[in-house]
């Protein structure tokens, strides 16, 4: 069945709702395109706000496109309005304002939430999340008058804020659960390389531990008490350990859920006229045979070009290679591929400031990670979704993946 020339209503406002929408128009959809996100701003960039924005640049470089190119190709902004409801079988959707808004197709770009801690004290004033551009603002604030810095979770988002912060001559601690910083994303060996460069940068780094409570003082925290009796002062506590998908909406069509949205290759749901694509979809692709909600840049831009497309009725599949990056001090981490399944690990070492992990399926290489080494990234971006890369071929080259590419 084909969905061009019918009315777009899209829920979100970020990577994957500004792309559906700029996707269908170029693929021919004609009808009214309508964006609507409880958010103020203009859809806009996230990776900045716990890296450039935190060290205190503007936010002139925030959005991602310019108003005046929504207006130029006729897609209609809601902004600082939330859907709160949508009505099973009649396609209409509910605005907190009171305003109802009939639609065709629908497209869920609703993002995920940052997940709460949920210890005594969690709610005291001066502990901070970082999902939004407001969240980025009130911790800039806050930050800049502070000393004594507690972060709770060692995954991007934490390490990210620590290496600001730390950068900017505050005293930053950072909890993790795991025995490893980043320990959900990358190879122990890549996970040390890391510790030590906090380390070596003045962050404190307690793994294997977890926060008891927050400990408070006229409704402020002012100390984070760990499980084996700790207690570490804090001026304020960034908190980030995961994410939620905002799955609220499609619980009320009725949707198939799984740790997300559950959408096909082509972005589509369980109901055939709505999609859902970025942070709050789960899908099973050629590289994730088990189903994977993936938060990052590339997959929400990418899933979301595909369901553009496939909303103005093209014949489109999303099967691109994920990849993914983090910028801590002036080390920049990125990762190709996905490690799930590995057998092996292979280290290609370097210096304090490079470094390569390779991942192994049985003889095949299935992911790198590397630190300031672009060639490395870019050439396992090219070549492992050929799935051809073997161990023996990277140990003809000394695990110089770039050097493949010249074969």
């Given at each position: 069945?084909?969905?061009?020339?019918?009315?777009?209503l899209?829920?979100?406002?970020?990577?994957?709702?500004?792309?559906?929408?700029?996707?269908?128009?170029?693929?021919?959809?004609?009808?009214?395109?309508?964006?609507?996100?409880?958010?103020?701003?203009?859809?806009?960039?996230?990776?900045?706000?716990?890296?450039?924005?935190?060290?205190?640049?503007?936010?002139?470089?925030?959005?991602?496109?310019?108003?005046?190119?929504?207006?130029?190709?006729?897609?209609d902004?809601?902004?600082?309005?939330?859907?709160?409801?949508?009505?099973?079988?009649?396609?209409?959707?509910?605005?907190?304002?009171?305003?109802?808004?009939?639609?065709?197709?629908?497209?869920?770009?609703?993002?995920?939430?940052?997940?709460?801690?949920?210890?005594?004290?969690?709610?005291?004033?001066?502990?901070?999340?970082?999902?939004?551009?407001?969240?980025?603002?009130?911790?800039?604030d806050?930050?800049?008058?502070?000393?004594?810095v507690?972060?709770?979770?060692?995954?991007?988002?934490g390490?990210?804020?620590?290496?600001?912060?730390?950068?900017?001559?505050?005293?930053?601690?950072?909890?993790?659960?795991?025995?490893?910083?980043?320990?959900?994303?990358?190879?122990?060996?890549?996970?040390?390389?890391?510790?030590?460069?906090?380390?070596?940068?003045?962050?404190?780094?307690?793994?294997?531990?977890?926060?008891?409570?927050?400990?408070?003082?006229r409704?402020?925290?002012?100390?984070?008490?760990l499980?084996?009796?700790?207690?570490?002062?804090?001026?304020?506590?960034?908190?980030?350990?995961?994410?939620?998908?905002?799955?609220?909406?499609?619980?009320?069509?009725?949707?198939?859920?799984?740790?997300?949205?559950?959408?096909?290759?082509?972005?589509?749901?369980?109901?055939?006229?709505?999609?859902a694509?970025?942070?709050?979809?789960?899908?099973?692709?050629?590289?994730?045979?088990?189903?994977?909600?993936?938060?990052?840049?590339?997959?929400?831009?990418?899933?979301?070009?595909?369901?553009?497309?496939?909303?103005?009725?093209?014949?489109?599949?999303?099967?691109?290679?994920p990849?993914?990056?983090?910028?801590?001090?002036?080390?920049?981490?990125?990762?190709?591929?996905?490690?799930?399944?590995?057998?092996?690990?292979?280290?290609?070492?370097?210096?304090?400031?490079?470094?390569?992990?390779?991942?192994?399926?049985?003889?095949?290489?299935?992911?790198?990670?590397?630190?300031?080494?672009?060639?490395?990234?870019?050439?396992?971006?090219?070549?492992?979704?050929?799935?051809?890369?073997?161990?023996?071929?990277?140990?003809?080259?000394?695990?110089?993946?770039?050097?493949?590419?010249?074969?």
């Open positions: 069945m084909s969905l061009a020339h019918q009315r777009l899209i829920v979100g406002g970020s990577y994957a709702a500004s792309e559906i929408a700029s996707h269908a128009r170029e693929n021919g959809y004609s009808e009214e395109i309508v964006i609507v996100s409880e958010e103020s701003e203009l859809p806009y960039h996230r990776p900045p706000l716990s890296k450039a924005y935190l060290k205190g640049s503007s936010e002139e470089d925030i959005p991602l496109k310019a108003a005046s190119l929504y207006s130029a190709n006729d897609i902004l809601e902004l600082g309005v939330k859907v709160v409801g949508l009505e099973p079988g009649a396609n209409k959707a509910v605005l907190s304002n009171g305003t109802h808004i009939a639609f065709d197709v629908l497209a869920l770009a609703v993002g995920a939430r940052a997940r709460r801690l949920t210890c005594a004290g969690a709610n005291l004033g001066n502990v901070y999340y970082l999902r939004s551009i407001s969240d980025a603002r009130l911790l800039r806050a930050a800049a008058d502070a000393e004594n507690v972060v709770i979770g060692a995954g991007f988002i390490l990210e804020i620590a290496s600001v912060l730390v950068q900017q001559k505050k005293q930053v601690t950072v909890i993790e659960a795991e025995n490893r910083p980043l320990a959900r994303v990358v190879a122990p060996k890549m996970s040390q390389f890391f510790s030590t460069a906090h380390a070596e940068r003045g962050v404190k780094l307690s793994t294997s531990r977890t926060v008891q409570s927050l400990v408070g003082e409704g402020v925290v002012r100390q984070v008490a499980d084996d009796g700790t207690l570490i002062d804090a001026d304020i506590v960034i908190v980030g350990i995961g994410s939620v998908p905002n799955v609220e909406l499609s619980r009320q069509l009725g949707l198939v859920g799984k740790n997300g949205i559950v959408v096909d290759s082509r972005s589509r749901t369980s109901q055939e006229n709505v999609f694509a970025g942070d709050c979809a789960s899908y099973c692709g050629p590289y994730n045979s088990n189903g994977i909600r993936l938060e990052s840049v590339q997959n929400a831009i990418d899933q979301s070009r595909v369901a553009g497309a496939v909303i103005a009725g093209a014949d489109k599949v999303y099967d691109s290679f990849w993914f990056w983090s910028d801590q001090y002036d080390l920049k981490l990125q990762i190709a591929g996905l490690p799930f399944g590995a057998t092996e690990s292979v280290l290609r070492s370097g210096t304090k400031s490079d470094i390569s992990v390779f991942h192994f399926r049985g003889e095949t290489c299935i992911c790198v990670e590397s630190v300031n080494r672009p060639r490395e990234h870019i050439a396992a971006r090219r070549l492992l979704p050929q799935g051809d890369v073997t161990k023996r071929h990277l140990q003809e080259v000394d695990f110089d993946i770039s050097a493949l590419i010249k074969r």
